[in-house]
């Protein structure tokens, strides 16, 4: 199979769902179906350890080629509500423009807020004002050992996935730090912080935010599941909700979305994300407060380890930052914590 084609099926296998049916060269495939002729392909270049080291770069050039395309819209569909993406050329600045709206001339103050990677930095004005995300470099490595290649258990999606996911998580993290950072440049109406969850308190923020526009709320699922009426339950539909899902998906007619959430390491003691926070974000919000910029693409290369195993090293240049404005309002339980709390052992 050509490379251009081989390139679209893998594309295709990435994103494939159980359920659905997909077309290739003008075909109708199963996602079972789709899977197993990339499985195919991929076996007539690396089905064993000599094909994969005589062809391990186009290999790589096709890993690099399906993370460039779905990552960032990956990207998009997590964080698109509140976040605006720029992917530039290698070398070049990714630069954001401030968008000016009636609305924000008349009561909208934006705070520059330098944090994430290495910050938001103004760079230069036109008809508004522009910044710059400024990248740095993201890596990541998964170890392959000798008799995956030998017994035919090298998995294209799998890996491409495990990839796009520690890429992903990357993101999430610095969103997290970017909004964290910006707290301080909220005034005093647009921010609370106590211990467990306090009705008014929330009640008061999403009325500030809803003055600028509907809002949503955004926060983990440990956050969401503190969210219940201080004064007993509403309505027995309520209750079922809260036992199905665990938490209210609808805050007094205010959608909740939920976060993901995940753990630093095998060991299961941290959590990835702060769960005390629930940020408050009206829709519609002319200006995003999250900037995020891809710079270049992703390059891939591997190292033999002593035993032979082998190491698939990723990078990816990336930066994350915040322009923060008084219309979103944050809320910090602080009761919530990144630790798993033990209670006890077996």
């Not at 993370?67 to 998009?76: A, E, F, G, T």
């Not at 030998?150 to 996911?165: C, K, S, Y």
């Not at 106590?194 to 009640?203: K, L, R, S, V, Y």
């Not at 909740?256 to 959590?271: A, F, G, I, M, Y």
């Amino acid at each position: 199979m050509e490379f251009k084609n081989l390139v679209k099926l893998a594309k295709i296998a990435s994103q494939v769902k159980p359920s659905s049916t997909y077309s290739f060269e003008g075909e109708s495939f199963t996602a079972s179906e789709i899977n197993e002729t990339l499985k195919n392909e991929l076996a007539k270049i690396a089905g064993n350890y000599h094909l994969y080291e005589k062809n391990k770069h186009t290999i790589f050039a096709l890993i690099e080629e399906v993370i460039d395309d779905i990552l960032p819209q990956r990207v998009l569909e997590e964080y698109g509500m509140f976040a605006e993406i720029m992917t530039v050329p290698q070398g070049d600045k990714a630069i954001f423009k401030q968008k000016v709206t009636s609305a924000s001339r008349r009561r909208a103050k934006q705070f520059i807020t330098k944090v994430g990677l290495a910050g938001i930095y103004e760079v230069f004005k036109l008809d508004g004002r522009s910044y710059e995300i400024p990248t740095t470099a993201f890596g990541g490595a998964a170890q392959i050992s000798i008799e995956e290649f030998l017994d035919g258990r090298l998995d294209f999606n799998e890996l491409t996935n495990i990839v796009m996911e520690g890429l992903d998580e990357s993101i999430y993290l610095e969103i997290e730090k970017a909004l964290i950072s910006a707290v301080d440049s909220l005034g005093v109406n647009n921010k609370y912080a106590g211990a467990g969850f306090n009705e008014a308190a929330m009640d008061r923020l999403v009325s500030v935010a809803d003055s600028y526009g509907k809002s949503t709320i955004y926060c983990t699922y440990e956050f969401a599941a503190t969210m219940v009426p201080s004064e007993g339950w509403v309505s027995d539909n309520m209750k079922d909700q809260k036992w199905n899902n665990g938490y209210l998906a609808n805050y007094k007619g205010h959608n909740v979305l939920v976060l993901n959430q995940s753990l630093t390491d095998e060991t299961n003691t941290t959590k990835v994300i702060d769960p005390a926070y629930a940020w408050i974000i009206p829709a519609g919000s002319n200006e995003k407060p999250v900037k995020i910029a891809f710079e270049g693409q992703t390059l891939i290369d591997d190292r033999k380890n002593d035993d032979w195993s082998k190491e698939i090293q990723v990078y990816r240049k990336l930066g994350v930052g915040a322009l923060i404005t008084n219309n979103i309002c944050v809320y910090r339980n602080t009761s919530l914590t990144k630790d798993v709390a033990q209670q006890g052992s077996i």
